[in-house]
């Protein structure tokens, strides 16, 4: 596999090369003419495999970005070379740090009502709620508002970060402490801290600090609410773009887990055959990714993925599914079912899943 490369005259760019240490790449380079070989043999094919998160972190693959061109006037213009680059680039762009600083026309009202609010944390969860429900995400990725927020605030939608930007210029009118977080999701790959390459963020997020804690919000994620990261972040690197920025940073949490509390109530009869009640209430990334099936889908298809897997003979009715608009209580779900216990000899075999 053979990348042949000539760059224009005027013109530099910063490479990474991303491959396993397996494996050998032969580079040549030829200053003089602009030019550069890079060469690899053997290269195995590649699958998905169990827990992939992102396919493309295993591709043998070399990343490039701008980083320095000759002006018009002969002088040398460096681009984004380190993080804080970065972050003053972004900030000074026009489609990027300049709209947070507008005011939107047609937000006064809300901004109004949000005042009154007694406490920071109610103000950031009403100005969030605002955005992700009235505001729809086009499923474009970018790192720009492009058309300006004037016009997403028209037309009641937009790209990933013309939404995310919408949301932190009124979050900032709120007078809350904002900043844009560029992000990369799970399955878009893993963030090299090493050098500031813009193309590993798929994503931008908003991050608030509220009497020293941290939240990170995405308007384009539906159902995940404001104190918990969303699981396509979480675990993530992140770059925060201020002016004081040094590079990414982690997104952990924990607090927070996949939480079932699972109670079964249960008898069975002189021929093994079992009845009785299930009650489930789900927490933290449990109640999401279950609210998410169950908004999808319907109860019956909710039910049949998180407990008839295991039990193909399990008979399930008079499903209730409670609390699933509510994000501070835990998703409730409760059925009756009966099931027969297979037998060997005297013996009546249980399983317990």
Avoid: C
Avoid at 170 to 194: C, F, Q, T, W
């Amino acid at each position: 596999s053979q990348y042949d490369l000539t760059i224009l005259p005027g013109f530099s760019f910063a490479y990474k090369i991303v491959k396993s240490r397996s494996l050998n790449i032969d580079v040549k380079n030829f200053k003089d003419d602009g030019r550069i070989i890079f060469e690899m043999k053997n290269v195995a094919g590649l699958r998905d495999e169990p827990y992939m998160d992102a396919s493309s972190d295993y591709l043998q693959r070399i990343v490039f970005q701008l980083a320095e061109y000759r002006t018009y006037y002969g002088t040398k213009q460096k681009f984004a070379n380190t993080w804080p680059d970065l972050a003053r680039e972004l900030l000074k762009d026009e489609d990027f740090g300049k709209v947070i600083e507008k005011n939107i026309k047609g937000a006064d009202e809300l901004l109004v009502s949000v005042s009154a609010l007694p406490s920071d944390y109610a103000k950031m969860t009403t100005i969030f709620s605002y955005v992700r429900k009235g505001f729809g995400w086009n499923g474009i990725y970018s790192h720009y508002a492009l058309e300006g927020l004037k016009k997403v605030w028209d037309k009641k939608g937009g790209n990933a970060a013309e939404i995310n930007l919408l949301l932190i210029n009124l979050l900032k009118e709120a007078k809350l402490e904002v900043y844009p977080l560029l992000v990369s999701e799970r399955d878009h790959g893993r963030v090299d801290g090493s050098y500031p390459f813009l193309g590993q963020f798929n994503k931008v997020a908003a991050q608030v600090m509220i009497n020293g804690k941290r939240y990170v919000l995405d308007a384009t994620d539906k159902l995940t609410p404001p104190d918990l990261i969303s699981f396509d972040l979480l675990n993530t690197n992140a770059f925060l773009v201020e002016k004081k920025s040094t590079g990414v940073i982690a997104l952990t949490d924990d607090s927070r887990m996949m939480k079932n509390f699972t109670g079964i109530q249960s008898e069975i009869d002189e021929n093994g055959k079992v009845k009785g009640m299930v009650s489930v209430l789900s927490y933290d990334y449990a109640r999401v990714d279950r609210v998410n099936d169950y908004l999808k889908g319907s109860k019956e298809k909710l039910i049949a993925k998180y407990f008839q897997k295991e039990s193909s003979n399990m008979e399930i009715d008079s499903i209730e599914i409670r609390n699933e608009s509510i994000d501070s209580l835990g998703l409730e779900q409760k059925f009756h079912f009966t099931t027969a216990m297979p037998s060997s000899g005297e013996y009546r075999l249980v399983n317990l899943n």
